[in-house]
């Protein structure tokens, strides 16, 4: 655990994750060159940037710019939404805490479901008053983009481009907004701890760069370079049980300046709340036994609610021992 928080070791290196552009994903050619680069994207970090995502500069803007403003807003309108309970659809949380061992997590962060918006949208904040349509749009655009790239992951793992569009477009997305103010004392602090996300997918839009990732092949944390315009999309640990462990979820955390506030909008998408994700049974064989058990949202949502994620992740729960 302690390298994990060892930041002065030496200055992050930059991952150089690839990026992917979407262009022309319809015309079969290059449909097939996207599907290659996902999946080697998928295989070497789990972690990849599209360009040319079909999601306009205004309504990517609009919706930091939102994120913004309401965490800008007095404490009083934010604490209408504090709360510990994990299965709320909707919450004001702050994990800016004293650990045990003397770790801080610099980051309050406003979570709430987002699909399908009309059940959920009018939990959401009322202030500022352009939160839900300009947050709406973003997640309704991210909700289609996550099922799009969906398909050109299963269409790589040789699954076909429809294996979880159904699922996917029916599923849950949870957003969370997340905003790291400026920290007194940034090299002893995280804005998040090292984690993987539950989620089939996520899809990160950020204000500014500070995301590293636990880079698989050399065990080294790495920055994430910043790309105007593009979105980050990162492997999670349904896709990894899924993928019967062919793609592994990465590992992140963000790191945090004493300069400036930086928010990032995470969109998880996964299936069905009670929808158990299990692995493809295209993909077991004598040679890959199944190496997962299946589990859903809903069954995320209980581990979390017993166990500190920081100490203990969801994937080494879902892992069958005698795989
Ligand atoms: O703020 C970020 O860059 C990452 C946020 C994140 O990892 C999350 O919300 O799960
Ligand atoms: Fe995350």
């Known amino acids: 655990m302690a390298d994990n928080y060892?930041?002065?070791?030496?200055?992050?290196?930059?991952?150089?994750?690839?990026?992917?552009?979407?262009?022309?994903m319809h015309?079969?050619?290059?449909?097939h060159r996207i599907v290659n680069d996902i999946s080697k994207a998928c295989l070497s970090y789990g972690i990849f940037q599209v360009v040319?995502?079909?999601?306009?500069?205004?309504?990517?803007?609009?919706?930091?710019?939102?994120?913004f403003r309401f965490f800008e807003l007095p404490t009083m309108e934010?604490?209408?939404?504090?709360?510990?309970?994990?299965?709320?659809?909707?919450?004001y949380g702050s994990s800016i805490k004293d650990g045990e061992d003397k770790v801080q997590f610099w980051r309050v962060f406003l979570k709430h479901y987002a699909n399908p918006l009309e059940e959920w949208i009018n939990l959401w904040p009322d202030t500022p008053q352009d939160y839900r349509e300009k947050m709406g749009k973003y997640s309704n655009e991210a909700q289609k983009l996550a099922t799009k790239i969906m398909g050109l992951i299963t269409e790589g793992l040789g699954l076909g481009p429809k294996y979880l569009t159904n699922k996917m477009e029916k599923g849950m997305q949870v957003i969370f907004a997340n905003c790291y103010p400026p920290c007194p004392q940034p090299e002893l602090t995280l804005g998040l701890a090292p984690h993987s996300d539950y989620s089939c997918l996520t899809i990160l839009h950020q204000?500014?760069?500070g995301l590293q990732i636990l880079d698989s092949n050399d065990k080294k944390w790495k920055g994430i370079p910043s790309i105007e315009g593009a979105l980050m999309v990162n492997v999670g640990d349904h896709l990894e049980v899924l993928s019967?462990?062919?793609?592994?979820?990465?590992?992140?955390?963000?790191?945090?300046?004493?300069?400036?506030?930086?928010?990032?909008?995470?969109s998880l998408h996964s299936m069905g709340m009670d929808e158990k994700m299990e692995t493809a049974k295209e993909l077991i064989d004598q040679k890959h036994p199944k190496a997962y058990k299946e589990s859903s949202f809903g069954d995320f949502l209980n581990f979390l609610a017993h166990n500190d994620f920081v100490k203990k992740n969801f994937i080494d729960t879902l892992r069958l021992d005698d795989a």
């Open 6 to 24: 060892n930041k002065k070791e030496e200055e992050a290196q930059t991952a150089n994750v690839p990026v992917i552009d979407m262009n022309g």
């Open 27 to 31: 015309d079969p050619a290059i449909r």
């Open 52 to 67: 040319n995502h079909g999601i306009s500069e205004s309504v990517m803007d609009e919706a930091l710019s939102v994120g």
């Open 78 to 91: 934010k604490v209408k939404l504090i709360s510990n309970d994990v299965y709320k659809p909707v919450r």
């Open 207 to 209: 204000s500014s760069p």
């Open 244 to 266: 019967n462990g062919r793609y592994t979820s990465v590992k992140h955390r963000v790191m945090v300046n004493s300069e400036s506030t930086r928010i990032s909008i995470a």
